[in-house]
Structures are given as structure tokens and as C-alpha cells.
């Protein structure tokens, strides 16, 4: 008799949904808008968790009741009592006959190892990151920003960008190439006006978010200000990963620390050099790593953990040889390496 999973990633800019069964068979994809419940509020999160599984399961011709185990990885599973609504709320929609709930980050650990522990550090819109030993025991930081603690992030760079246009601007600051960057990219001739712009509120916060790239444009030009905040960047990523490295007793192990999220995108090796130096002064053996494929396939895997399957190989095989002619999404390729 087949045995059926699914699982499904939400976050806050989309939400992806996966069915396979217990060879790793890919019978369904789905995707939908985001599903943050502290986004846009909780009954809109579910409706786009369940527009997107409704999807996969059509596309496997399967219902509900056949599904096992569904892995749900969302984002804004931070506090226990999220963790308690989000389960009831999913459970109510009866897209499996068990759920379980895990903050995405894990999805994307999982997506981006060779084997079911290590580190993961997510330096995307935000800043968070988890970790996973052996002996299967899950760290999550809570990632609410400040107030848990986190620095970092495209939302955090793309301020201290502007800051430090303003503090070149009135003397604070050291010049920068970034005075420049920023002005141009967003069409404005004058620091004096994009601080007016931004008084009243009156550019897109996305615009902001799409300034990040040029900070690694001016750090590759050599300008030492946003060199400075790249390190800084950096630094913050391998303190978190090394936290999670000494809580998981994994120092002396080959932990893989996977980078996920589009800062990690920009250009140069200063970021990566400076994380890379800093978690090996912890962890000499660990392997610094960018995902192999999309956080979905991780919670796939999670779920089939969760499911008792058997990870190996050949189901990674076979998750490779069936998930092209199922995705409608974008190409995504599996590990090279296989536990």
C-alpha cells in the first residue's frame, strides 16, 4: 500500500507545496501567496497554505485523507503559542490525516544539507537562523528582529545604508560610494530631498529593500564604509551560526552551515570570507554551504523523516528524476552529495 506525504514551505513573500510518496516519487507541486499569519493575520495565512496544497494534491489525484503526514514549515513559528495556533489552525483545514508544525527555517536547513542535522543561517528581507543535531534536537531562534536580539538582514542593511549616506551627507560619516549608488538607483538628484522622501514616507519600502545589492557593488569598488558594513554583516551570520554550534555540541564535528537568503547573493567574497574565518575559529571542520535546492524539498524530506521513510540515496534519486516533470515553478536541482 502507497504511502503519501506532503509538504509545504510558507513564508512571507510565498508559500510552496509538495506530494510525494514513500520512494520520493514527486506526484504534485502547488504555490501560493504568503502565509505569515503575522504578516497579514492568521485566516489569510491559511487560505494561501491551503489554495497551495489544493494545488499539489490535484496534480498527484490524490485527497486529503490519503495524505499520512503533512510538514507544514512556516514562517511566524516562533513563540510556543504560535506553535499551538498554527497547529490547530492547520489541523482544521484537513489537508492530511497528521500535522506537524515547524518554523521554515528548518525547511530550508534540511533543503540545503546533505544529511538531516547542521546549521542554517537566513539572511534574507530578515535575519534568523536554527540548528539541528544528530540525535535530532532543533534549536530555532525566535527571529522577531530587535526584540529577540537580531541584527541583520536586507531590511537592516538597507537603513544603515541610508545612514551612512546621511552621515557622509552632514559630516558624521566618512564619503561613500553608496551616496551615489543610492541616489541614482532611485532617481533622486539630492541627499537633501531623498531625506524629504523618506520623512513623508514617500518611497517604497521594496525600493529600499532593492538597494542591498549595491552595497557589495560599492564594497568591490573598495569603499571602506560599506566594506565595514558587509563585515559587520557577516560577522553577525557567524555569531549566530556559532551560538547554535556550541548549544548543538557540534564543534568538533563537519557541521554544514547553509546560507540561505538573497544578502548571500551579492557580489564578492568579503561576506563569505568573514563568515568562514569566524565559524572555523569555533568549528575548524564545519563546511560553509548555499542551499542545493528550494526549502519545499526540505520539507518534503522533514515530512518523511517525521513519516519514518528511510533517507537515502536512491530516494534522493528519485526525487530528482521526478521533480522536473512536476515543477512549474523554477528548476531546482537536488544535493551532488548524498548521505
Known amino acids: 500500500m502507497r504511502r503519501y506525504v506532503l509538504g509545504l514551505d510558507g513564508g512571507g513573500s510565498k508559500t510552496h507545496a509538495l506530494v510525494v510518496n514513500e520512494m520520493g516519487h514527486v506526484l504534485g507541486f502547488g504555490q501560493a501567496g504568503t502565509s505569515n499569519h ?5 485566516q489569510p495565512a491559511m487560505m494561501e497554505v491551503q489554495r497551495a496544497v489544493k494545488s499539489a494534491l490535484e496534480g498527484a489525484g490524490l485527497s486529503p485523507s490519503e495524505i499520512e503526514l503533512g510538514c507544514f514549515c512556516l514562517a511566524g513559528a516562533d513563540l510556543p503559542e504560535d506553535y499551538v495556533m498554527l497547529q490547530e489552525a492547520v489541523h482544521a483545514l484537513n489537508l492530511a490525516r497528521s500535522v506537524v508544525i515547524k ?3 528548518l525547511a530550508a536547513l534540511r533543503s540545503g544539507t ?18 539541528r543535531s544528530p540525535g535530532g534536537e532543533e534549536i530555532v531562534f525566535p527571529g522577531l528582529g530587535p526584540i529577540s536580539g537580531d541584527w541583520g538582514g536586507g531590511g537592516t542593511l538597507s537603513r ?9 551627507w552632514d559630516g558624521r560619516g566618512k564619503p561613500t560610494l553608496l551616496t551615489a549608488l543610492v541616489l541614482k538607483a532611485l532617481g533622486i538628484d539630492s ?18 529593500l532593492d538597494l542591498v545589492p549595491l552595497l557589495f557593488e560599492a564594497g568591490e569598488s573598495g569603499d571602506r564604509v560599506a566594506q ?22 557540534l564543534k568538533e564535528e563537519d557541521v554544514e552551515v547553509v546560507l540561505g537568503g538573497s544578502v548571500f547573493k551579492g557580489r564578492g567574497d568579503l561576506m ?22 528550494e526549502p519545499v524539498v526540505g520539507a518534503v524530506l522533514l515530512a518523511l523523516e517525521a513519516a519514518g521513510a528511510v533517507i537515502d540515496g536512491a530516494l534522493y534519486q528519485s526525487l530528482e528524476g521526478t521533480w522536473q516533470s512536476v515543477n512549474r515553478c523554477k528548476a531546482v536541482s537536488l544535493p551532488e552529495e548524498h548521505p
Open 272 to 293: 563569505l570570507n568573514t563568515i568562514t574565518r569566524l565559524v572555523h575559529e569555533e568549528a575548524p571542520k564545519a563546511r560553509i554551504m548555499r542551499p542545493h535546492h
Open 114 to 131: 546533505t544529511r538531516s542535522w547542521g546549521v542554517v543561517v537566513i539572511c534574507g528581507t530578515g535575519f534568523n537562523a536554527a540548528g
Open 160 to 168: 544603515e545604508m541610508i545612514r551612512a549616506v546621511m552621515r557622509a
Open 38 to 42: 503575522q504578516v497579514y493575520g492568521l
Open 228 to 249: 565595514d558594513l558587509i563585515v559587520r554583516m557577516g560577522t553577525e551570520v557567524a555569531v549566530a551560526a556559532n551560538a547554535l554550534i556550541r548549544r548543538l555540541s
Open 191 to 208: 541627499v537633501e530631498k531623498l531625506l524629504a522622501l523618506l520623512y513623508h514616507k514617500q518611497i517604497d519600502p521594496q525600493h529600499l
Open 103 to 105: 518554523n521554515d527555517t
